[in-house]
């Protein structure tokens, strides 16, 4: 609960809330997008093998100061829809963990 002080206007208050109301859901209400449709299975399989022929072309950029990495969000499919995470590094002493944080919407249509 919001305290405010004794001299505000009821007509203050009902405008505060009025604005917190309306960015609130233009900044996260109305960017929710439709909601997922499930995938052709077809469609599906041309997807992942495609992915497989994009990792492929993917190169290494050297690092000047430490072992190279490189990590990439990039859209491999000749559309905005699906979207690729690529990630490597050259380093032999080092192993290459990746946490992904997404939230269940994202895990429940991510294919891996």
């Known amino acids: 609960m ?4 004794d001299d ?24 929710v997008g439709p909601a997922p449709e499930p995938l052709d299975p077809f469609l599906q ?18 690092g000047r100061f430490f072992c190279g990495q490189d990590i990439r969000l990039d859209f491999p499919f000749d559309d905005t829809e699906y979207m690729a995470l690529w990630a490597s590094h050259n380093c032999a002493d080092w192993d290459l963990y990746l946490t992904i944080v997404a939230d269940d919407e994202i895990e429940t249509h991510a294919l891996a």
């Open 2 to 5: 919001i305290d405010f002080e």
């Open 8 to 31: 505000m206007s009821e007509e203050y208050i009902n405008g505060y809330f009025e604005g917190y109301m309306s960015g609130y859901t233009d900044g996260v209400v109305d960017t």
């Open 45 to 62: 399989e041309m997807i992942i093998a495609s992915f497989d022929d994009w990792v492929e072309e993917q190169e290494q950029r050297a």
